[in-house]
């Protein structure tokens, strides 16, 4: 068994529409430095990524509010050991500043250019292969800030926009893990801040955990594994990208791969969790008016607004 995970390869698919071809899973790189957890050091955060590339995963996943900063220059370091040109890097821009109570989103021209300079000059590399609006600036038009995505693209220093399905947080910001379930969450988590997280929607989200555990065990897989799986089988076209600072996780995410679910299986899944059931939001009140779902822009040039027209996460 231990021969065949080593052997086992990540398979890729077509992300999008433009050709861009990735690993069926990526690797999200935000934990590595911030959010969840004390940020690892740069050799265990470039054995993890150095690890995840020899399994089959080329596709990371940064963003430049990672740290802040902080993110981008460990992943850059660790594509120095790694074949550029085998790696499809994706990282985001949109939020300016952030604090425990909110975010300052900006998607103006040139911010959105600085902001891809300032990327590329911290992951030391000449191109970005996918490039996310990561929150959406509500004061500025959308057209405004796909236009100067678009010039950045006929510059080549973007190689694609941000199209395609990319799930992240897809173990529930760790939820499926267990760790919040069987362990309290760290004092220097950003889960704090989550609704999900906090108090009595904490204790009632765990039964939801349970259930998933014990249909795991009929599977014979763990919670985040079927988690991923259901993830993994919406499609043909879908890359999620968990996140992890431990080499057995990551290599147990790899395994989710190998899980094969019917429609009846995923239907069976998706019974055990109604949505209008799970409690809680499932970002902070002050983040939830930048996110895709909720923010309209101003109309370009005209009065009224553009309502659910952008495509950050």
């Known amino acids: 068994m231990a021969e065949e995970q080593k052997t086992f390869q990540v398979p890729r698919l077509k992300l ?8 069926k899973l990526g690797l999200g790189c935000m934990g590595l430095t911030w959010a969840y957890n004390d940020p690892v050091s740069d050799a265990v955060g470039i054995s993890i990524i150095k690890h995840a590339f020899n399994r089959g995963i080329s596709f990371f996943d940064t963003s430049d509010i990672y740290g802040p900063k902080t993110n981008e220059i460990l992943i850059g370091k660790a594509l120095k050991q790694l074949p550029r ?6 990282t985001k821009f949109g939020v300016a500043e952030k604090d425990a109570t909110g975010i300052i989103v900006k998607g103006n021209p040139e911010y959105v250019r600085a902001s891809v300079e300032a990327s590329l000059k911290r992951l030391d590399v000449e191109y970005i292969d996918l490039y996310y609006q990561h929150r959406v600036d509500i004061t500025t038009p959308i057209e405004d800030t796909m236009g100067e995505l678009k010039k950045l693209v ?11 399905i990319v799930p992240y947080s897809p173990l529930g910001r760790g939820f499926f893990g267990g760790r919040a379930v069987v362990e309290s969450i760290p004092a220097n988590s ?6 999900r997280f906090q108090g009595e929607n904490l204790d009632m989200n765990k039964i939801f955990y349970l259930k998933i555990e014990k249909l795991g065990d ?9 988690a991923l799986a259901w ?3 919406r499609g043909d076209d879908v890359s999620p990208i968990p996140g992890t600072t431990k080499l057995k996780n990551l290599d147990s995410n790899i395994d989710s791969l190998k899980v094969k679910l019917t429609t009846e299986d995923l239907k069976e899944i998706c019974d055990l969790i109604p949505t209008n059931e799970v409690a809680g939001a499932s ?6 008016q930048f996110t895709w ?5 101003p109309l370009q040039g005209k009065q009224g607004v553009n309502e659910h027209s952008a495509f950050g996460q």
Do not use: M, R, W
């Open 16 to 23: 999008g529409t433009q050709g861009l071809e990735v690993s």
């Open 85 to 90: 040109e085998k790696v499809q890097l994706a």
């Open 154 to 164: 006929e510059e080549g220093k973007i190689k694609e926009l941000g199209i395609g």
């Open 190 to 195: 950003i889960l704090a801040n989550f609704p």
């Open 218 to 226: 009929k599977y014979g897989c763990t919670p985040a594994q079927l």
């Open 231 to 233: 993830v993994l089988h």
């Open 283 to 288: 970002v902070p009140d002050s983040f939830s």
């Open 293 to 297: 779902k909720f923010a309209n822009t």
